[in-house]
């Protein structure tokens, strides 16, 4: 049979409540309520564990999955070509896109002859598990270590293309290569 005392004791904090009748001073709680202010004015000398997050951010581990990326080539050409491989992969059903054909005048903007026209992530759907970024044939879409910015406005967490694509300015393209497995 299971002894009861040795259940009870398993984290060493458990009291066995008691029915005993409260003493004069018990009844008046002010020990209790002193005991319990200096708990609290001990924690204000102690280390915080807590951070005045936006203003300070934490280092992120390489592998975090954050705000996704969708990049250019070299020559600044968006890589994606809307084969919905993502899309497909997505669990959370939180990419949606609609694919439209390359013209002859837009082969320094578009790598592939498909493109992505309209390019949307659902941030209130996404789980950032990254099967998108595995999913992409293309290396077009990276999870990175950015944060997506809380809001008050549902409509502000559909993400286009607005958001996601990188800069065409070279220096200030996002840097993906700690989401890159080393031996590719
Ligand atoms: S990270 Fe996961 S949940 Fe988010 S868009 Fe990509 S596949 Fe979907
Ligand atoms: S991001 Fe990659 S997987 Fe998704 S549609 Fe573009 S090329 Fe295809």
């Known amino acids: 049979m299971v002894n009861q005392k040795s259940i009870y004791n398993l984290t060493g904090k458990s009291k066995v409540v008691s029915n005993k009748k409260m ?13 319990g202010m200096l708990i609290t ?15 300070v951010k934490r280092n992120y581990s390489d592998i975090y999955r954050g705000k996704h990326v969708l990049k250019r080539d070299d020559e ?43 390019y949307e992530i659902n941030m209130l759907r ?27 406005d549902r409509e502000s967490f559909i993400y286009g293309k607005d958001k996601l694509v990188e800069p065409l300015d070279k220096a200030k393209r996002i840097d993906v290569s700690k989401r890159i497995p080393k031996d590719e």
């Open 23 to 35: 003493s004069f001073v018990e009844k008046l709680y002010l020990p209790a309520i002193l005991n």
């Open 41 to 55: 004015a001990s924690h204000l000398f102690k280390k915080k564990t807590t951070i005045r997050y936006p203003e």
């Open 76 to 118: 600044g050409r968006e890589r994606c070509t809307a084969c919905g491989l993502c899309a497909l992969s997505c669990p959370a059903e939180a990419i949606t896109m609609v694919a439209a054909e390359r013209k002859r005048d837009e082969e320094h903007l578009y790598r592939e002859e498909k493109y992505a026209i309209t």
């Open 126 to 152: 996404c789980i950032f598990c990254g099967f998108c970024e595995e999913a992409c044939p293309k290396e077009a879409i990276y999870l990175t270590q950015r944060d997506t910015p809380a809001d008050y």
